[in-house]
């Protein structure tokens, strides 16, 4: 059976870092797309972050493009985001999703989700 579990949320300060984990069971990275999403209030689910996990190749939001940074650990079965010069506009709740298909940033794309971790962020 298929599991995401994601770890690592909490309160941050603007400017501030963390980083989010992704224990992954029951299936092999390789293939699949593994990402993360995040979902504010009211707003939809938007697609942050893809790693390839058959070539390592990455794609981005514009949002976060040289402030986070998506990897993945094999020996682990764990992805991670580490989240850089975080901002108020950050704050959501982060998902990580595996699947297949030709648009990484797209919620469709995405068989499998985990139960979300909270990120916040406030002065």
């Known amino acids: 059976q298929v599991q995401l579990t994601e770890s690592g949320g909490g309160p941050v300060q603007p400017g501030g870092s963390l980083r989010l984990s992704c224990a992954a069971s029951g299936f092999t990275f390789s293939s699949y797309i593994m990402s993360w999403f995040r979902q504010a209030p009211g707003k939809e689910r938007e697609g942050v972050a893809a790693?390839?996990?058959?070539?390592?190749?990455?794609h981005y939001a514009d949002s976060v493009k040289g402030r986070f940074t998506i990897s993945l650990d094999n020996a682990k079965n764990t992805v991670y985001l580490q989240m850089n010069s975080l901002k108020y506009e950050d704050t959501a709740m982060y998902y990580c999703a595996a699947g297949r298909g030709l648009l990484p940033l797209h919620a469709g794309t995405y068989t499998y989700w985990g139960q979300g971790t909270q990120v916040t962020v406030s002065s």
């Open positions: 790693f390839y996990s058959h070539s390592s190749g990455t």
